[in-house]
Each structure stands twice: as C-alpha cells, then as structure tokens.
C-alpha cells in the first residue's frame, strides 16, 4: 500500500490541485472540505478521491474525521494543510467574528489537525507535514490583519514543529504563495488586479498547480533533507 496523503479544504482551488498532484504522484490521497457539497461531489466523481466533511477549525471534529481517515484510507503520512478563508477589513472596522473566524479556519486548524496525526507518524518513523502559508503572512498587507497573523503564525508553527520531530523521520515545511488565480480572487474588481499583477515581476498570477508541485516534491524522499523551511512561490513579488 502506497503513503497516504490528507488535504484540507482539498477539492477546490490550490487544494483540489494539490489533491490531484499526489495522487498523479501515487499517493493514496483523501481531501476534507468544509461546506460546499456540490463542488465535492464533482470533485470526488472526477478523481476518484475519497472525500470528508468536517471543520477544520472543530478540534473534536478533526479527531474524529482523522479516525474516518484512517479507518477508511489508512494512516496519514502525508498532512497538508491548505483549508483558508478570507475576511477582509481594515482593523478599526473589522468584528471579533471576521477576525476568530479567520484564525480559527487558518491557524487553529494547523494544530487541530496535525495534533491527532502526529504521534503516528513518530511511531512509524515517517511523516510530512506541509502547511499552506502566504506572501501575506511574510510581509503584511493593509486590510488582512486576521489573514496575516494566521499565515504568520503557520510559519512558526512550522519552525517549532520542525525542531521537535526531526529524528522522528518528520519532515515540516510551510509554503507560501503568492497571488494565484482561484476563488479567493474572485470578488477583486479589474483595477485592483492590475494592481496586483503589476507588483508581479514575472507578470502574472500563479496557477494552483505551479503550488500543487511543490508540495509533491516536499512530500516526497528527495525532500528528506528540508524541514522547517518555508518556500516562497511569488513570481518575485516579495524575497525573503
């Protein structure tokens, strides 16, 4: 039986990407999603790839999805966490839902998935962990200070986790990307992607799958030497 692989928010947009990407790749893969059963529905009628509904952000919710997991798929050697939400304001007019909101489906959801799954991966010897950072959580951007905290703390999660699992066979890594052209972008108005695509020095948005290949070669043997690292993917719009 091959590594099985885990995706949250992993049917739509770069998670349904990457989903696809492992299972090219020959992993068993299974994806969560959260809310949106038709778009599920399609996704797992096309690929073939079992799929679970629960929040991410629900610590008892996650434990029992990971046991469904397991039970059905088999025991996760590979987690990705990639399930996100946007909830825009500048902070002198943002609510304390738009910013628990935020946290809870972006950073919260990091530590509630990876705590169940963890221990079995020290006990077998292997284990990735692969968390879906961002640009925004790099460098800050005006209106995204729920956002921002959530993919900043990603990255120190990742660097924390990294040094308690290393001789454990663990590999953790974040990725962070920058503008790519999913649902999240839907909403922006023609001058405000200019903009965007503007401060780009390649010129255009990322594609979801240019992501989706980085978390397959991190997952695989050929990355046992990276851990703790954050690889930026951002068309040069921002060197850290």
Request: a neutral charge; hydrophobic letters at 40%; proline letters at 2%.
């Amino acid at each position: 039986m091959g590594r099985v692989a885990f995706v949250t928010g992993g049917t739509r947009g770069i998670g349904g990407a990457v989903s696809r990407a492992l299972k090219e790749a020959g992993y068993n893969v299974a994806a969560n999603y959260a809310g949106n059963d038709d778009a599920a529905k399609a996704f797992k009628k096309d690929t073939k790839i079992p799929v679970f509904k629960w929040d991410v952000g629900d610590y008892q919710a996650c434990e029992q999805g990971v046991i469904a997991v397991e039970n059905e798929v088999g025991p996760i050697d590979i987690l990705v966490n990639n399930a996100g939400i946007s909830r825009d304001a500048m902070l002198q007019k943002m609510s304390h839902e738009q910013w628990s909101q935020v946290i809870r489906t972006n950073l919260d959801s990091v530590f509630n998935m990876t705590r169940p799954v963890i221990n079995g991966m020290r006990e077998r010897g292997f284990g990735r962990v692969i968390s879906i950072s961002s640009i925004n959580g790099q460098k800050g951007q005006l209106g995204l200070t729920n956002y921002c905290a959530a993919k900043s703390g990603v990255i120190g999660f990742t660097r924390a986790l990294a040094l308690e699992s290393a001789r454990k066979g663990i590999t953790v890594n974040a990725i962070a990307p920058g503008y790519v052209a999913t649902d999240l972008l839907s909403g922006v108005s023609e001058d405000v992607m200019k903009a965007i695509v503007g401060q780009i020095p390649v010129g255009r948005l990322g594609e979801a799958e240019e992501v989706a290949r980085c978390v397959v070669f991190l997952a695989s043997d050929a990355a046992s030497w990276i851990t703790g690292s954050t690889l930026t993917i951002n068309g040069g719009q921002h060197m850290d």
